[in-house]
């Protein structure tokens, strides 16, 4: 990872597509350029504390704005309640602070900034929620646009001006779909498929692709990285992680994709591991830990940095520090 990390902002063609697919577009890089890039060591992260959410917080939807601006919606409370808050850490603050509130209360939700706005797909409380809510920090936010049926558990990152909503749980059953939703559109339109159903999957989106590791299939934790390419509607696999690994944040910085924390299949499995995956071998790495063994933070990039909010530890505590992790070492 170069100095200046570039945050990957939380974007398919077939709908039938299966995993096993050629990447498309681009000739693949010769194998010297390859090896090269998998013998560099990941850059470590490594974190500080910058302050504490207005209250504990876990698997707030997470993404940041172009000015730098990381916002946290929804999620659960220390009850397992859903909340309708929506957090903001600014660039350069120290005072995390709620600025304003979803339309109604939400968790299992996913987040996604696309140009200046930051926009909130579905989400769970009694049901599954199909609503598209743009987030609109110190006001009402609103909902724009719909998805083409109610799902929770989902996860998202954008590509240009394009989001992605990566797999869920429509209330009976989870989902294989690959989702794609622009500004202005009504409904999100289906466009690729996951070779597995998966709920709870870590996405970030780096070189023009997804990358979706791990996540929930049926009731088991998953350890596939795939890379999902919007020009020809296919997710391949390209590696494994070292364990299995879900409830688990992904953020793209640079070249690389971070995963950070997560559990196993079971609750009390937490992690402090951070990973660096390289998505042109598949290569996962040690890349520093996490201040404790959490699943179910927000993180995004921004301005150079990862913000990481809040998650759920072993013993089901449900946290509200912020701390900020850059690169180093």
Known sequence: ??????????????????????????????????????????VALHSRSIGHLPAPLMDPATAATKAGQVLLAGGL???????????????GTRAPRQTGRLPRRLHDAAAAGIGSGVYFFGGGDLGSSADITRLRPGGTSSVVARLPIAASDVAAASIGSTAYVVGGYDGASPLNSILAWRPGQAVARRVGRLPVALRYASVAAVGGKLLIAGGTAGVAAERTILLFDPATGRARRIGRLPAARTHAAAVSLGARVYLLGGRGSDQGTQTRQILAIDPATGRSRNAGRLPLALSDVGAAAAEGRVIVAGGRDAGGGVHDQVWELRAGG
């Open 77 to 91: 409370n220390s009850a397992d309640v859903s909340v309708d808050g929506i957090e903001s850490v600014g660039p």
């Open 1 to 42: 990872m170069c100095a200046a990390l570039l945050a990957g902002c939380g974007g398919s063609s077939s709908a039938g597509a299966r995993s096993g697919g050629g990447s498309g577009g681009k000739s693949a890089a010769p194998a010297s350029s390859t090896a090269k890039r998998a013998a560099q060591p990941p």
